[in-house]
Structures are given as structure tokens and as C-alpha cells.
């Protein structure tokens, strides 16, 4: 998911410190001794607004324990699913800290919308390349606020003044006198203290852990010994697992249902039908002692499905919808210059289609929420993308305060913005199963499984989408005119989202990447289509729509380059000059991939080729090159990406190569393997799908190039924050693709393309 361009980064003012230690933070604990809280925040708030919040509602957001044993605790308020921001968010606070990274640890931060929301959102949610962004003002004051506070309460007790201390690696000195002491030794003393109102922060040279290759992922232990805490991994005294039954059509309902088999399975306890959320998701769960039982119940369950309601097209269907609606004009998402006079009469025109299929998530870890319901309060444990808005849903559900629902973040096992439902639907029927089950005398923790299959099968996938592009270039092979109609169904109508996120009937995240092209062509108009009769539930999907734009505005700039007879990087320069970040990674690929020298040959019938890409998602710019052989039976691989990335300050670089390799395979996979088809308004291939999207790609080795920033660009924190590390991944693997997929054909002529 992404929605960072349309929403405002707060003002750096805006981040402030309230010491409430005495009066909150040691209420019921045990071992903690030094809390630090950052202030509320308005979405564009100042400190004033905020501090005055503070004072009336005193809701302030907790980041970093301090134990008695010198541990430090960072209390994460996004969600760690395989991206690295546990160590992200982690590496902020310990670099201003001056903290041991071995003694560093991270906690997922619980539901609440003023102590931990995405200063970028305005509420607690992870996605849109904000995690690092929205907080690397937030935890590095976090960071040294509490170095400060250990400091001050260092120099009272040594008798000396504070700037003759220092602290690295999780000591305090005085070097004067050879005194010394942990942060666990100071941290009883340092919560007593006053918060000090300003800090400041370290210069970028000064950085340690910020920038550097020897900051270990704080997750990658647990990972391997198996100690990490999945939702898979909970398990509470008297738990059942529930396994449901889920209609195969969208939108059909239970007729009826005979449960006889189902019961009979050894380890079953009950059968319940649920009713589901907005997109009218209901079905039957087994519930059951173990995942097995309560699966083979689930498989044993007979059930008439009422599907006159139900959506009854398939893809090739809603495909040949999308291109009659591409031959009339589409509501302006942007436009510039005059693009039907210089399509007119044009010295080459180039027109050509791309078709994108439905796409699934398709996360390691398929859904799953354990729920424990109680006398007016709820308690779930799961991997939550939006924890507030899962909240706020869930309560509504239950009918009770959203304060008396507790959301216990645990680790994902990927999500690609699966976990970010608008609607919360596996969350909800978790809840839904437990109502039943409650209904039924059970009031036994319900853990809610879905099996692979059901995941594929299960809809929220990212849209299919049709493109037309129509290019026009003078006698001198200039790009002058570029004409694109996009077609697909919106991510955002319907949802709490719509109301900012869709203006004048486009859904922003549909055509970004297009509508805001960086190539400099004079004459530009982007329009959109959005049908609203097509009732298969889509959610965004890793970049949201610049899965999908990255990969056709990069293939028609390459037709317009072939039909220029220029080479693709130097076409793509000359029209990227009012865009450096662009230019940059572009110059750097091709310098790393040797574009300059010619690609060595193939075997006998073999065909050896490379393409470029350049596209930028969510301020993080990234260039690929890739290099294919096509055998001669038409087989083929990916020999080699050369990827390179400028995503502003690096915070962890190695992070960042994982990111940035592990996209080009996740890319690789989908555009290859990915594509889910429907016949009769259900998937056909929830099985196939899979197994090819999880098989690895034929691309023997990838290289990724970063191409760092030393230091924030400059001018005000805000812009600079905006500049920061972007961990979420860009759509690199789409632009891999493009780059590698035999994109081009002769120019003048209509092509069309399955993406």
C-alpha cells in the first residue's frame, strides 16, 4: 500500500517530549525505570497544538524502555514483516542514544491512535514507505532525550557538569575523574529528572550505526532459532483453531449446510456459520483442537451456496469490458499542452496496450488472527498493518469502546499490503467465528487459520488493469506528445479513504506513476477509467499503482526510443534533465551493469538481450538493467540484474540490498508466474498460482548498487524526513521486468501486451 504523496509530513516542530514517568509509565511495571514519551501530534499540527493536546487529553506515545539490567527497549509502532523496520526504528533511537547495539531490542508497540500513529497518516499504520520516514526525526529525539536525561543524571550524582560527560556504547564517562556507569545504573535516577524541552541531534558525520554495514538486523536471531513470536506461534490455554469454508464466487451467500462429516473428524468441536464485512464475505468455520482437524472438518463440510447474487464474470470477460471502455475518453487525471493536435499529424506514432492481470499477495504467512473475546473487551494478537483502524472496526463489530479492544502486534511473515485491509476482513471474521462460537457456550480463545488455497482464492487482490498508450515523435525523434487511458477498478471507493484519497472521480493511487510522469514530453494527457460493476474485492498490492504504470511507461518510452532509433539510456537522459535523483540512478546502473559494452553473445540459438528501467515510488528512485536469453524453443531466464537505488540517507544499507533483491524476485515472480485468472467470478488457480509464484525465479544473480546520500539534502527537517530512507519496497521488480521482457516491437504499429 502507499498513500505517502497525499498526505502531509508533520512539521519537525511538531516533535516534542513530556516527561510522565512518575505519573504513568512505571504504573504496573516492574523492571522499567526510565520511560520517555513523545508528545501527540496533529497531522500538520505544531508543538503548541500538540503540547496543548498533551495537557487536555494526556495521551502522549511511548518509544524507549530503559531496564535496570541496561537493556534498551524500543517500543516500535509499525510493523515488522520481513522489511527490517524493527531495525530501522531501532538504529534511530540507538544512534542518538549511543547506545550497545548488542543490547538493543525491539517490542511491537500496542493499538493507539495518539501514542503511536504514523505521523504521515494521522493514524497507527505501516505502509506507503513511511515506517523509517514518518519516524526519523520522531526516534532519533526519542534517542536523545533519553541520552540526555542519563547524562544530567549522571553529572548530579558525580557532582560534575554535564559536558564534561560522554556516552558511547551504553556507558556514561567522566573521563576526568574515570568514573563510569551503565544505563541501567543511571536509569531509576534519570526518570526522576525533568525531560529536557530541546535537544540536539548529531551531525550526519557523526553517525555510527546511521549509514554503516555492522548494525545487525535485531530480528534475524529469533528468526533463526525459532524464538520469534508469529501469529502462528500463539497459543493460549484451551484455544480452538477455526478453519473456514468461503464461498468460491464473490458475493454468494450460505443456502445451507450439513455439517454430519464435518463432526465426525476426531478433534472437531463445533461448526459455525459467520456472516463477513462489506464485500459480504460469510461462510462456515470448523472449529477444532488443532489446524489438522479443524481442516479436514473444513474439507468434510457439504454446502449449498446461494450464488444469484453472486459475481459471475471471468478475466478474459472483464479484460474485453476494460478495452471497449478504453475507446472513449476517461475522466483527466492529468494533462498539459495540447496532445490531440500534436497526435494529429504526427511523423511516428506509436500506440500500444498493456494488460495486468489480478495479483495476489500471496504472503509466507497466510492470514490469521487469534482472538480472545471477554465481558465487554476483546484481545487479539496478530500481525497488524493498521492497528488503529483493525481497532476501531472490531469494536463497531462487538458494539463496544475501542479502548476495550488490545491489539498485540507479533511479527508478519510477509503481508505486501494484505494486513492493510480498509475493510479488516480476516480480522473481522476472526471476531465473527469467536461471536459464534460464543453463541454456541464456547468461550474458548478462537484462533482463525486460512490455508493457502483460501488465501489465493480469497480475494483483495491487486486490480487488473488495462493501459493504451499512443505516442507521438517529430521528424527529429522527439517525444512530443503522450496520450495514456488506464482502466481499472479503485483500491480506494467505498472505503474510509475515498474522501481524500479520490478527487474528481480519480483514485490517486490508480494512476500514479503515470499522471505524474517524469519524462518532459510538452504535450501530456492521462486519463482513467473506473468501472464500478466489476465485484472482485482488490486491495493495493506492494507499490499500488505503480506495479502496474512503471511497467507501461516504461515500455512505451522504450517504443519511442526504438522508434527514435536512439539508444534507450541516452533517450531517457535527454528527457530527464529537470529530474537528477532520475538521472542519477540511471547514470550509476548503466555504469554498473556496463551498458557501454556489448553484451556477450549467446549459444547457437540462443537470443541474448538487456533492457533499462527508471522509475520513481514513494520519493525512492531506482534504475535497473537486465539481462535475458531466450533459447530456441522460445524458453528463457534472467541471467543478471543490476539494480540501483536512491532512496535519500541509507539508515541501514544492508536492509535496504535485502529490500531491493528480494523485490526483483518478488516482481520477477508475479510478472512470470503470478497471474490469477477467474472463470464464472471465481479463481481457477488458487493452486498452480501458487506453487509457481513460490518457486524461485530463473534469474541467476542480481546485484544491487545503493546509491547513498551522506548526509539529508538540505533545507528544513521536514523535507529532509521526506528525503529519508525508503525500506518499503519500490517497484523494482516491475521495472526488472519491463526491462526484461521483450517489451519492444516495431514502432508505428499497435502492439499489445500481457503484463
Not at 483527466?332 to 506514432?349: F, Y
Request: charged share 25%; aromatic share 6%; with cysteine.
Amino acid at each position: 500500500m502507499g498513500i505517502l504523496k497525499h498526505v502531509s509530513a508533520p512539521k519537525p516542530e511538531a516533535v516534542g517530549v513530556v516527561n510522565i514517568s512518575r505519573r504513568r509509565f512505571l504504573q504496573g511495571s516492574t523492571g522499567l525505570v526510565l520511560g520517555l514519551y513523545l508528545a501527540p501530534l496533529t497531522l500538520n499540527g505544531s508543538r503548541a497544538e500538540a503540547e496543548e493536546g498533551a495537557e487536555a487529553d494526556f495521551e502522549p506515545n511511548a518509544f524507549v524502555r530503559i531496564t535496570a539490567d541496561g537493556t534498551v527497549i524500543v517500543l516500535a509502532k509499525h510493523l515488522e514483516m520481513g522489511q527490517g523496520t524493527y531495525t530501522g526504528l531501532a538504529t534511530l533511537v540507538a544512534e542518538e542514544l549511543d547506545a550497545d547495539w548488542s543490547r538493543v531490542r525491539v517490542e511491537g508497540a500496542p493499538a493507539d491512535a495518539e501514542r503511536y500513529k504514523n505521523l504521515a497518516f494521522g493514524l497507527q499504520g505501516t505502509g506507503g514507505s513511511t515506517a523509517i520516514a514518518n519516524s526519523y526525526e520522531q526516534m532519533r529525539t526519542a534517542g536523545a532525550t533519553a541520552r540526555a536525561m542519563l547524562v544530567a543524571a549522571a553529572a548530579e550524582r558525580w557532582g560534575v557538569a554535564a559536558e564534561s560527560i560522554s556516552v558511547s556504547q551504553g556507558v556514561v564517562r567522566h573521563r576526568e575523574s574515570g568514573r563510569e556507569a551503565g544505563f541501567g545504573e543511571l536509569a531509576e535516577a534519570a526518570a526522576e529528572l525533568p525531560v529536557p524541552q530541546e535537544v540536539t541531534l548529531k551531525d550526519p558525520e557523526d553517525f555510527t550505526l546511521i549509514g554503516t554495514l555492522n548494525t545487525p538486523r535485531t530480528d534475524s536471531a529469533g528468526k533463526t532459532d525459532g524464538s520469534a513470536m508469529f501469529t502462528q506461534d500463539m497459543k493460549l490455554p484451551g484455544m480452538l483453531i477455526a478453519v473456514a469454508a468461503h464461498p468460491r464466487r464473490f458475493g454468494a451467500r450460505v443456502a445451507s449446510f450439513d455439517d454430519t462429516k464435518a463432526r465426525e473428524v476426531p478433534g472437531v468441536v463445533e461448526v459455525v456459520p459467520f456472516a463477513g464485512g462489506p464485500h459480504r464475505f460469510e461462510g462456515v468455520a470448523v472449529l477444532a483442537e488443532n489446524t489438522w482437524a479443524a481442516s479436514q472438518g473444513r474439507n468434510a463440510l457439504e454446502i449449498e451456496w446461494d450464488d444469484s447474487q453472486a459475481f459471475s464474470l471471468g478475466s478474459e470477460e472483464i479484460m474485453a469490458r476494460y478495452r471497449e471502455l478504453a475507446e472513449e475518453e476517461g475522466a483527466i487525471a492529468a494533462r498539459h499542452g495540447d496532445v490531440v493536435s500534436a497526435l494529429s499529424e504526427p511523423a511516428t506514432l506509436i500506440e500500444a496496450d498493456y494488460e495486468f492481470p489480478y495479483l495476489a499477495h500471496a504472503a509466507m504467512e497466510p492470514m490469521n488472527c487469534l482472538v480472545e473475546l471477554g465481558d465487554e473487551r476483546c484481545d487479539i494478537w496478530n500481525g497488524e498493518q493498521w492497528q488503529t483502524m483493525d481497532q476501531q472496526l472490531v469494536a463497531e463489530l462487538l458494539g463496544i469502546a475501542p479502548e476495550n479492544v488490545s491489539l498485540t502486534q507479533l511479527y508478519a511473515g510477509g503481508s505486501f499490503g494484505r494486513r492493510a485491509n480498509p475493510y479488516s476482513d480476516f480480522v473481522l471474521e476472526a471476531v465473527s467465528i469467536a461471536m459464534a462460537a460464543r453463541e454456541q457456550g464456547i468461550e474458548a480463545p478462537v484462533k482463525l487459520v486460512w490455508m493457502r488455497e483460501d488465501d489465493t482464492r480469497g480475494g483483495y487482490y491487486r486490480p487488473m488493469n488495462f493501459h493504451r498508450g499512443r505516442l507521438a515523435l517529430d521528424a527529429d525523434g522527439q517525444l512530443i506528445a503522450w496520450h495514456q487511458r488506464l482502466v481499472g477498478q479503485s483500491i480506494l471507493q467505498g472505503t474510509a479513504l475515498e474522501s481524500f484519497l479520490v478527487q474528481d472521480g480519480i483514485d490517486a493511487t490508480s494512476v500514479e506513476g503515470a499522471a505524474n510522469l517524469a519524462y518532459d514530453v510538452p504535450n501530456l494527457q492521462v486519463e482513467l477509467h473506473t468501472p464500478e460493476d466489476i465485484g472482485v474485492p482488490v486491495q493495493w498490492w506492494r507499490a499500488v499503482g505503480h506495479t502496474h504504470t512503471a511497467f507501461s511507461t516504461e515500455c512505451l518510452i522504450d517504443e519511442a526510443a526504438v522508434a527514435a532509433e536512439q539508444d534507450p539510456v541516452a533517450f531517457r537522459r535527454a528527457l530527464l534533465s529537470q529530474h537528477p535523483r532520475h538521472r542519477g540512478v540511471l547514470d550509476l546502473v548503466a555504469e554498473k551493469a556496463g551498458w557501454e559494452q556489448p553484451l556477450a553473445p549467446g549459444s547457437d540459438g540462443q537470443r541474448r538481450g538487456r533492457g533499462v528501467a527508471v522509475h520513481e515510488s514513494f520519493n525512492s528512485f531506482v534504475a535497473q538493467v537486465a539481462e535475458v536469453t531466450v533459447e530456441e524453443d522460445g524458453s528463457y531466464r534472467v541471467d543478471r540484474v543490476v539494480c540501483a537505488v536512491d532512496c535519500g540517507v541509507a539508515v541501514n544499507p544492508d536492509v535496504i540490498k535485502a529490500q531491493m533483491e528480494g523485490g526483483i524476485g518478488f516482481g520477477l515472480a508475479a510478472a512470470l508466474h503470478g497471474e490469477i485468472t477467474l472463470e464464472e467470478g471465481s479463481c481457477s488457480n488458487p493452486i498452480s498460482m501458487t506453487t509457481r509464484y513460490c518457486v524461485s525465479t530463473r534469474c541467476r544473480r542480481w546485484r544491487c548498487t545503493s546509491y547513498r546520500r551522506p548526509k539529508p539534502l538540505p533545507g528544513s527537517a521536514s523535507r529532509a524526513c521526506r528525503q529519508l530512507p525508503r525500506l518499503w519496497p519500490t517497484p523494482s521488480s516491475m521495472q526488472a521486468a519491463s526491462a526484461c521482457a521483450g517489451c519492444r516491437s516495431p514502432s508505428g504499429s499497435r502492439s499489445r501486451r500481457k503484463a
